[in-house]
């Protein structure tokens, strides 16, 4: 039994249904009832009750993609801040993808401070000990771009429904995007004037997040400043 | 850690300056929007909340008892307290004044105190006993930049709002406010003025002058913070800047 | 002013309410820019505001819990809030407000989803008027959500106590300083559990039970505005 709609907006401590569905993240089960936990949109499907947050800060899980800033190194690898309560550790062993022989190599070519990573988060232990990998295509050191943050909790907003919020950003802002769970955004493309109408249409939607139309609007913004031309 | 985050916002705020433009899409010269609430505070004398953009400063006046300073003994006084709330930003940490907060409580007493805004000489009840302590308590709610003018607008805010006091031993019809000193900051980023830094700005900034000036346009108190420098044609504009943005401040005072 | 002869007059109060009546209480959420959760209550006179920062890495780092998140707050009075200006710091009242607080706000919190980290909850008085720590909770409950933090329900917060002999619910200062008993209380709404209870004064059992349900009326009532306010903040809007 269901006491509310999908996509409804639900307050933490709010009964949401009774009977045995499965409870994912943002909710409680208490006996047969099941409450939310947060402020958040419901998310039902068949027997799965999620809670979206529309607030909070990121918390890493597995399969996540991240973008992280290398903080620290030690031997084997290095620390990652992640724009959350934790860090992440990334061996150089799951940057390379092979073995590496720590006395013959220094590991420091491959990684600095201040460089941005994009990564894989591999395992989260029960601590919130946090591995990461960064060996796939399209992973490891970032080169250039520009780096943008907005709150993790409105990076669903940023993809859009389908892609299609990400689409209008790349397509009509020309430029290629890279959206970590984390809520950090790598942008790149030729023309910095459109690389920064990007970064306004970012902060536009973290401002606007809970205002209808958004899609739109940011699609008129971002051809408005097109056609205005220019470097 | 979140230097080296904010090494890539600094290369793209020094970037947007360079080409005469800001992160919020101000221009160089642009303060971003000002109210001033007075009076929200009941408990106080006088009281004013004051936001620039998301910046939030409230300030409180108490007034007491006192035993004036001997070498001052026909004199009130002036004490000016700042507070870095640690709700105001996750910088802020809880405990005692830090420098910051200290600056910031200096600086505005300065402008306050020079510009004689207060006749302090009528807060004498009894000539080396007993005088009126007028305590300004600045309440930093909201951190986004620029706390100096914020404070110093809600300090001067309050002043002007408070009401005399329901004290036997006081006699004055209103509070003795003769002046409204008003304080303008101006930052340098990558040697362009910019007034009114943001703290995304103020985090990449080289150097800043805060200059506090009184009606006439004449300046009664100036500092200069952070580890860069100005050349005197950059001073000279700063303060160009501060009094025109001065007078229209100061018309927000009512 | 000097104390009247009766508090209650003809089933009225000082402020003309009725023995079970709240003050006027207004919520929002989400008030601070910086904050990552933040909310803003009036009860009366009073003025509170409460922030919330986390979870956050906990610093320094030996005081990190491996299996859980660990909660700190601090109750904090402006030096402007009350009549005689307070000395700005911490005070042993307001040390074991904040404590007392902690201990009210703690149980609903699922801390243990954050290993290690700490989450701050940070509540200003502006101005007072008596009451304060159950504003300070009100707002503190309400910033937690604000802030995404996962809670098993709202904590409510009210005060009652006896003035003239009467019970009554939510004191001002007159009646705090005047009346007999003041008895903060809070609780978590959903399961009427009592997460803070003080009280000093006189009460008899009956007047106890009677105060009692004063109490949980009043902190269903407070329960839906703090729900409200966190519906008014994130309800999507249709444009304008």
Known sequence: MLYIQNRELVVPGQLIAE????????????????????????????????????????????????????????????????????????????????????????????????????????????????????????????????????????????????????????????????????????????????????VEALLMIEREAHISGLTDRVHLMLEKIKSEGGE | ????????????????????????????????????????????????????????????????????????????????NAELLPLASPTFEPGRPNENAIELARVVDRGIRESNAIDLDKLVIKSGEDVWAVFIDIYVLDHDGNLIDASALAAIAALLNAKPLEDEAWTLPEFPIQKRPVTVTVAKINNKLIIDPCLDEEGVMDARISIATIEDGSICAMQKGGIGYFLREELEQAYEMARAEGAELRAKLG | MKKPEKLIVNGERLDGRAPDE??????????????????????????????????????????????????????????????????????????????????????????????????????EVLQADAGTRTAGINAAAVALADAGVPMRDMVSSVAVGKIDDTIVLDLTKDEDQWGTTDMPIAMVP???????????????????????????????????????????????????
């Open chain 2, 1 to 80: 850690m979140y230097e080296i985050v904010s090494s890539v916002r600094r290369d793209y705020i020094a970037d947007l300056a360079r080409e005469g433009k800001r992160i919020d899409a101000r221009t160089l010269n642009q303060f971003r929007e000002v109210s001033v609430e007075v009076g929200p505070i009941k408990s106080a004398q006088g009281s004013a909340l004051v936001k620039v953009g998301k910046t939030q400063v409230i300030a409180g006046i108490k007034v007491e008892h006192a035993e004036p300073f001997p070498d001052k003994p026909d004199n009130g006084m002036l004490i000016v």
């Open chain 3, 190 to 240: 959903r399961k009427k559990l009592i997460t803070l209870l003080q009280m000093d004064g006189h009460f008899t059992k009956e007047e106890f039970e009677q105060a009692l349900d004063l109490a949980f009326k009043a902190c269903e009532q407070i329960y839906g505005m703090q729900r409200q306010a966190l519906r008014e903040k994130y309800a999507i809007k249709q444009e304008e």
């Open chain 3, 22 to 123: 709240l003050r006027p209480l207004k919520i929002e959420a989400g008030i601070l820019e910086r904050a990552d959760g933040s909310a803003y209550v009036e009860l009366g006179a009073n003025k509170v505001l409460a922030a919330v920062y986390g979870p956050r890495e906990m610093h320094p780092r030996h005081r990190q819990q491996p299996d859980t998140a660990v909660l700190r707050c601090r109750y904090n009075m402006a030096p402007f809030s009350v009549d005689e200006r307070k000395r700005p710091g911490p005070d042993r009242r307001s040390v074991e407000i904040s404590k007392v607080t902690r201990e009210a706000l703690e149980s609903v919190l699922f801390l243990e989803l954050y290993p290690r980290s700490v989450i701050d909850v940070f509540i």
């Open chain 1, 19 to 198: 009977g045995g569905y499965n409870v994912r993240e943002g909710a409680y089960r208490e006996g047969k009832q099941v409450y939310a936990s947060v402020v958040g949109l419901a998310d039902l499907r068949g027997q799965d009750i999620r809670i979206i947050p529309l607030q909070g800060r990121y918390i890493p899980k597995p399969g996540d993609v991240v973008i992280g800033v290398v903080v620290d190194s030690y031997y084997s690898g290095w620390i990652l801040d992640m724009n959350s309560p934790y860090m992440g550790n990334l061996f150089v062993s799951d940057l390379l993808r092979r073995k590496v022989d720590l006395v013959r190599e220094d590991i420091s070519q491959y990684l600095g401070m201040g460089d941005v990573v994009v990564a894989n988060v591999k395992d989260v232990d029960e601590r919130m000990r946090v591995q990461l990998e960064a060996g796939e295509p399209g992973m490891g050191r970032v080169k250039g771009g520009k780096l943008v943050e907005v709150s993790p909790a409105k990076v669903p907003r940023v993809i859009g429904r389908k892609g299609s919020m990400l689409n209008t950003l790349q397509d009509v802002g020309e430029c290629r995007l890279r959206v970590g769970q984390n809520g950090r955004i790598m942008i790149w493309g030729k023309n910095p004037r459109m690389i920064n109408a990007v």
